[in-house]
Nanobody
Framework: QVQLVESGGGLVQPGGSLRLSCAASGSISSIYAMGWYRQAPGKQRELVAAMTDGGKTNYADSVKGRFTISRDNAKNTVSLQMNVLKPEDTAVYFC?????????????WGQGTQVTVSS
């Protein structure tokens, strides 16, 4: 079983930036896309961004142009650069992997990292 460990969350003012990172303890097969979900209090978990082994990406409309996902296949890591953060980006962010750019069938999740955007 692959363990996923996220880091990089924190408190930031609106308009600020954060970079999240996720490291997998083992090798992630190239058939899987890796990516990020988030869950805000009282809301359902939503897909934020995903990236295939080949570099194709998918972003939620709410983060397009502000967030950038990247992946290092050799190191089994995925990162999320978040710029121009808004209060509505406040959530716990989870790393996972699954099939296709919607990360279908994702079974393994990190513990999550809290992102709080507030003045």
């Amino acid at each position: 079983q692959v363990q996923l460990v996220e880091s990089g969350g924190g408190l930031v003012q609106p308009g600020g930036s954060l970079r999240l990172s996720c490291a997998a303890s083992g090798s992630i097969s190239s058939i899987y896309a890796m990516g990020w979900y988030r869950q805000a209090p009282g809301k359902q978990r939503e897909l934020v961004a995903a990236m295939t082994d080949g570099g194709k990406t998918n972003y939620a409309d709410s983060v397009k142009g502000r967030f950038t996902i990247s992946r290092d296949n050799a190191k089994n890591t995925v990162s999320l650069q978040m710029n121009v953060l808004k209060p509505e980006d406040t959530a716990v962010y989870f790393c996972t992997y699954g099939l296709g750019l919607r990360l279908r069938g994702a079974e393994y999740w990190g513990q999550g990292t809290q992102v709080t955007v507030s003045s």
